[in-house]
């Protein structure tokens, strides 16, 4: 990663995406290496720290001095606040050290395959409860278990932990750099008092790692659209944690395919541009998504929305005003409950965002339009999914709806806060 972080922007902010991508890279290496793979993450390691070591030469990281500091009360807060979030977490793993429902029947359930089974792996997963859903976190999880020698239940939820404190960190210095430090704080107290977030963060489910990967991509092509010229590795890694996306859940193909459908957008008026966008992000998209497809062509069997569905009922499904006016019923209810908040945040937050005024020219900036455009049809697309399911539409919508907004939720907060005045977000014309 810091070999593609531009020169530019502070290397200290590699910190925060580095735990995402990171893990991305080892469920990737988990995957092709599964047994051994200690000798290929070391030997990766050594070469990496040699380039990274030889660059550092002509870039030496500038550390601040101590007196040039400075905490703001936002921040003091946010430091209260992750102090006593952090017991509650480790208090829910000990409580639930198995996870939830899926957390034990999906997600463990495939990381114990691959633990135990051998080179039989992928033939025991064809027994378990959904099969098809990818493997990232149950690769990690594989991983720390045979790094402990054992499988310890807890594991999954310290991963959990890992990737709530990773989007925490994600959102506040991604909002520091674009705005100014007090906003990024608030906002970061907000996602850390959104009590679904924390407590998926130890369900054990993949929820909260999607909602990072999200957050990383759309974090990363704002910091590119706010100065592009020579920042073309932030698209490389946005590339490739839009790809983690799809390696972490099905949802996550669905947020890749959003994500190039806006990249590409602009082609049909400035083709040349748009292609030397687009190019890098797929190159970085390209290990992950090659993941993606070999498992789901050599493991998974077909997806259940898919297996033995007729056009006919998909058609009668998809005219059926009965099930556009629940699901959007549905929508519009979940959208004020799924944070399960004592006190709903959004109307606070728009009214301060509003007295502080909004940034024309923000909302006119290629970066912020991108991942408004992804967010808008990653719903349309979620939309569409609850038309065609063929689950009983109420327990679907009832079951799955407040975590598919809780993937959104953490970059709805950036994307929301972005057009607030105090703007460092540089203007990019569409």
């Known amino acids: 990663m810091a070999m593609l972080w531009p020169a530019s922007l502070p290397r200290v902010w590699i910190w925060a995406f580095a735990p995402a991508l990171g893990c991305g890279a080892c469920s990737i290496i988990a995957s092709v290496f599964r047994r051994p793979m200690f000798t290929v993450e070391f030997a990766l390691l050594l070469v990496l720290s040699g380039i990274v070591a030889f660059r550092s030469r002509a870039m030496p990281i500038k550390m601040p001095a101590l007196r040039q500091w400075r905490v703001p009360a936002m921040g003091l807060i946010l430091a209260g606040a992750l102090g006593m979030s952090l017991p509650g977490l480790i208090l829910r793993t000990e409580r639930a050290p198995h996870g939830y429902w899926d957390g034990f029947a999906i997600w463990n359930m495939h990381a114990r395959f691959i633990y135990r089974d051998g080179a039989n792996w992928k033939n025991g997963i064809q027994r378990t409860f959904l099969p098809d859903y990818p493997l990232l976190t149950p690769m990690l999880t594989a991983r720390l278990w045979r790094y402990a020698g054992q499988d310890a239940p807890e594991a999954g939820a310290m991963l959990g932990i890992a990737f709530v404190l990773s989007g925490i960190a994600v959102l506040t210095l991604t909002l520091s750099q674009l705005r100014e430090k007090s906003l990024a ?169 509003g007295l502080r005024k909004i940034d024309r020219e923000t909302l006119q900036s290629f970066g912020w339009l991108t991942g408004i455009g992804i967010i808008l049809l990653v719903l349309a697309g979620y939309y569409v999914v609850f038309l065609a399911t063929p689950i009983p539409l109420q327990y679907h919508l009832e079951s799955t709806l407040d975590r598919l907004l809780l993937h959104l939720w953490p970059s709805f907060l950036l994307l929301i806060s972005l057009p607030s005045m105090g703007n460092r977000f540089a203007q990019e014309s569409t």
């Open 185 to 353: 704080a608030l906002i970061a107290v907000i996602l850390l008092g959104t009590p679904n977030y924390l407590e998926h963060g130890t369900s054990q489910y993949a929820d909260v790692p999607l909602s990072v990967f999200i957050l990383c991509t759309i974090a990363l092509i704002c910091f590119y659209f706010q100065h592009e010229g020579g920042r073309r590795g932030l698209l490389v890694l946005a590339g490739f944690t839009a790809g983690c996306a799809g390696w972490t859940k099905n949802e996550g193909l669905l947020f890749i395919a959003a994500t190039c459908g806006v990249l590409l957008l602009p082609s049909l008026r400035k083709p040349a541009a748009t292609f030397r966008r687009f190019a890098p992000f797929s190159a970085g998209l390209l290990i992950p998504l090659a993941a993606i497809v070999f498992f789901k062509l050599t493991v998974a069997p077909p997806n259940y929305m898919l297996q033995g569905r007729q056009s006919q009922e998909l058609i009668r499904q998809m005219l059926d005003s009965g099930r556009h006016i629940a699901i959007l019923r549905s929508f519009v209810s979940t959208a004020w409950t799924f944070g399960l908040w004592t006190v709903q945040p959004l109307i606070p937050l728009l009214a301060f965002i």
